[in-house]
């Protein structure tokens, strides 16, 4: 019922950039996402938050370890969800994965696309 992919991951250097994509679809996602929001999970690390933004609103949240380089963004018309990542540092590398929180009193984000990778070299 809802359905999400990542995509626009790969290698960067130290400083570079790189814009993440999620393309979401479904009914449930359609008549009932609240927010979308990005995750990343390093090896060996616990997943950890990175970037939300309400779906009918545009209200953005970021981790402090991100804010300044990161904005995240949507596109209602293709129902996508985009990361613009700069100044990009080596602990950014990790599996970035965008998620769905479906109704305001959700108290989770119940839904997960495959995620994808995003290595960043010194």
């Known amino acids: 019922q809802v359905q999400l992919v990542e995509s626009g991951g790969g290698l960067a250097q130290s400083g570079g950039s790189l814009r993440l994509s999620c393309a979401a679809s479904?009914?449930?996602?359609?008549?009932?996402?609240?927010?979308m929001a990005w995750f990343r999970q390093a090896p060996g690390k616990e997943r950890e938050f990175v970037a939300a933004?309400?779906?009918?609103?545009?209200?953005?949240s970021y981790a402090d370890s991100v804010k300044g380089r990161f904005t995240i963004s949507k596109d209602h018309a293709r129902n996508t969800l985009y990361l613009q990542m700069n100044s990009l540092k080596t602990e950014d590398t990790a599996v970035y994965y965008c998620?769905?929180?479906?109704?305001?009193?959700?108290?989770?984000?119940?839904?997960w696309g495959p995620g994808t990778q995003v290595t960043v070299s010194s």
């Open positions: 933004i309400l779906w009918s609103g545009g209200r953005t």
């Open positions: 998620a769905t929180k479906l109704g305001s009193s959700s108290a989770n984000y119940g839904s």
């Open positions: 479904g009914r449930t996602f359609t008549n009932y996402a609240y927010a």
